[in-house]
């Protein structure tokens, strides 16, 4: 029996926020309900299309998944365990907003089989939260954690958005402190990147706000790495830190290009040397389903060359596992230097990757860096020489900080 990863995508919420551009919608309370049947008729097909499947981290993102009653997010996880493998042991997240739940509805998560709660909370700062449009503020994001404490949960996660308009260092570790004195086990940070057609981009192409700063988002950056490891933490991504043993075992499949099966509107899927996009619109979603079509909008084959590339460079967000080279040699019959020999030689030498026994991984520099470390693995790219003048004028260009995060990929 194949083992995944599952993920299944809600696609709505309570409102829109300023900076978001992920698959979610305000508004359409008439189709939780049909929309909760057609995921449920999703895993039929996908069980009577791929078999039987074991699933070892079951991850319900969004959107806000809270945003349903618990009655039919109930729903959603009963029909994953009657269509699935899941096992005893798995993690089953949910992410959640402050503002959408409270102590009753976190109790009942938990006893429906919920083990870790992701909780978006974004910033402590009142005036920060009300730039990025969200619905709650730092007391209610207090609140939240300390309900989710109450209810019986032992693994939660925070998610913090750093480098926004106007930010100084000082909120930003404002943020941290607060953050940590509530004592959470994992933290997810990730810099604000703006996206064509938010109100937020719109405010600051109209000179509203200023924009972000790169340099002051690196300097954010570096002062997380430094308070985090004085707390304890392990930084074991790019954007994610952890308590030991707290590391999220649902991305970790992401990163290192595990299969994963994604269902519902816009989610993603990458199982058997494919990868496929389902249909964004959730009315368009419900639709497909009730003429029992799966809602694919586009698939492809990846091909060995791509599957390799897209192994190094999700491998390398990996802090300290970085790119295993046995694990790559045991793959894919051939050897990582052999494959990208000339990349990692210039690399190592602009001070952008470290290669030891058995390992290749990004510097600290590196991570500072990483788009520009992972083009040279995309095939077909050309291998563009830079200089070391060149790296220390873009220190601050940020990384692909929302890639493979949970569903929003």
């Known amino acids: 029996m194949q083992s995944i990863g599952l993920y299944v995508h809600i696609p709505f919420c309570v409102r829109k926020c300023a900076y978001c551009d992920f698959n979610s919608y305000a508004g359409l309370e008439p189709l939780f309900a049909p929309y909760v049947r057609a995921l449920a008729g999703e895993m039929r097909s996908r069980l009577a299309d791929q078999g039987p499947l074991h699933v070892r981290t079951l991850y319900v993102g969004g959107g806000t998944p809270t945003a349903l009653p618990l009655s039919l997010l109930g729903d959603v996880l009963s029909a994953c365990h009657a269509n699935f493998d899941v096992a005893a042991s798995a993690e089953v997240t949910v992410e959640a907003n402050p503002g959408t739940v409270d102590e009753g509805y976190l109790a009942g998560l938990l006893a429906a089989g919920v083990s870790r709660l992701s909780l978006g909370v974004q910033s402590f700062d009142d005036g920060e939260l009300q730039l990025l449009g969200r619905l709650h503020d730092a007391g209610q994001a207090r609140q939240a954690y300390r309900q989710a404490r109450a209810a019986g949960f032992h693994n939660v996660n925070l998610d913090l958005i750093f480098g926004l308009p106007g930010q100084t260092v000082a909120r930003w570790r404002a943020t941290l402190q607060q953050a940590l004195a509530l004592g959470p086990e994992h933290l997810s940070l990730y810099a604000l990147t703006l996206e064509e057609h938010t109100p937020l981009a719109g405010r600051i192409a109209r000179g509203e706000l200023p924009a972000p700063d790169d340099d002051l ?10 308070e985090l490891a004085r707390a304890g933490y392990v ?40 990868r496929w996009a389902n249909v964004c619109l959730p009315r368009i979603y419900v639709e497909e389903m009730a003429r029992g079509h799966l809602p694919v909008a586009e698939s492809e084959e990846i091909s060995p060359a791509l599957e390799m590339a897209e192994t190094a460079i999700l491998g390398l967000r990996l802090v300290e596992e970085g790119v295993d080279l046995g694990a790559f040699r045991a793959r894919f019959g051939a050897e990582f230097t052999d494959v990208y020999g000339r990349e990692v030689e210039e690399l190592v030498d602009l001070g952008l990757l470290e290669a030891s026994t058995g390992r290749v991984r990004l510097t600290r520099r590196g991570r500072l860096l990483g788009n520009q470390v992972f083009q040279r693995f995309l095939p077909g790219k050309p291998n563009v020489r830079t200089s070391h003048r060149e790296i220390r004028m873009s220190r601050a260009t940020r990384t692909t900080q929302h890639a493979t995060r949970s569903g929003k990929t």
């Open 217 to 226: 988002a690196a300097e954010m950056y570096e002062l997380a790495e430094a």
């Open 235 to 274: 930084h074991y991504e790019i954007s994610n830190w952890a308590r030991p043993g707290f590391e999220c075992r649902h991305n970790l499949i992401y990163w290192r290009n595990q299969p994963y099966l994604g269902l519902g509107a816009g989610a993603h899927s990458w199982f058997a040397g494919r």
